[in-house]
Structures are given as C-alpha cells and as structure tokens.
C-alpha cells in the first residue's frame, strides 16, 4: 500500500462524487481561506512542484 496519493487519484475521487472544474476550484478556495497553511501542506503532499502550488493558491 503507498503512504501517497497523486494528484490525478485525488481528482478522480472529486469527480466521483460529483465535482467539476468549478467545484474543485471554489473547494480550493475555501481550502486556502480557512487554512492556508494547511493548504499549503495538502499541496506539497501532493507532491506538487512549487510554482504550480503558486499559481493554485493565487487563484
């Protein structure tokens, strides 16, 4: 069992329960503005490379 989840794992999880682009994106956002520093962490768990974690965070 892998101690790690990509990020295309994640995103297929959101969209079996239902989410699209604008969902995931609006539950980002939340995400960042009730905990950016946890956010932050979920990002780099992800394995994300520091300018994508940028660009997502901006958003």
């Known amino acids: 069992m892998q101690n790690h989840v990509t990020v295309e794992e994640w995103v297929t999880r959101f969209r079996a329960i239902g ?3 604008a969902a995931m994106r609006k539950w ?10 946890g956010h932050q962490n979920f990002l780099e768990w992800l394995g994300l490379p520091a300018e994508m974690i940028t660009e997502i965070r901006q958003r």
């Open 19 to 21: 989410l699209d682009e």
């Open 28 to 37: 980002h956002q939340l995400f960042e503005m009730e905990n950016p520093e």
